[in-house]
């Protein structure tokens, strides 16, 4: 193969990289994924807090337009998040292991690991979350968002 590749004669192997070239790369993966999980994590919770204390202090004088703004802010946030998939990054829409194993076995998925992609799922996931919706965060965070943040390292 040596041979073959300093003479431009049939097709040439890519050179491997040392294995602990790919250990560093799978560390700085997973602690970037890490800091993300945690800042979604810092904001759904601060989003909810902020939330919580608007509506009690509303509900000392008008129970009903505390549950008002409760209701309010849950649509809202649903309907930003639903905005962004349908409008930013429709592949943020499902929880990206289906796609991602069929990235894996080879198939091309236009749009699947870019930023747009990152944005609309992030956001939608903070927004989701802090709203009270049912939906978990950790097979989108840990399938597609580190499959995109592995993608830009």
Not at 11 to 17: E, M, Y
Not at 47 to 58: G, N, R
Not at 134 to 153: D, K, N, Q, R, T
Request: glycine share 8%; charged share 10%; aromatic share 12%.
């Amino acid at each position: 193969a040596e041979a073959a590749r300093s003479k431009g004669i049939g097709f040439a192997l890519p050179r491997r990289r040392p294995a602990w070239v790919l250990w560093v790369i799978a560390f700085i993966v997973s602690i970037l994924v890490a800091f993300q999980c945690a800042g979604m994590l810092f904001l759904e919770k601060e989003l909810a807090v902020l939330k919580f204390k608007l509506v009690w202090l509303v509900h000392k004088h008008s129970p009903a337009l505390a549950l008002l703004i409760f209701v309010t802010y849950g649509l809202t946030a649903a309907l930003i998040s639903a905005l962004l998939v349908l409008y930013v990054s429709p592949r943020a829409a499902s929880s990206g292991i289906p796609d991602m194993k069929a990235f894996l076995n080879g198939n091309f998925i236009p749009g699947f690991l870019s930023r747009k992609t990152w944005f609309a799922r992030t956001l939608g996931l903070v927004l989701s979350t802090s709203a009270g919706l049912f939906s978990g965060s950790e097979g989108p965070l840990l399938a597609h968002l580190g499959a995109i943040v592995a993608s830009g390292v």
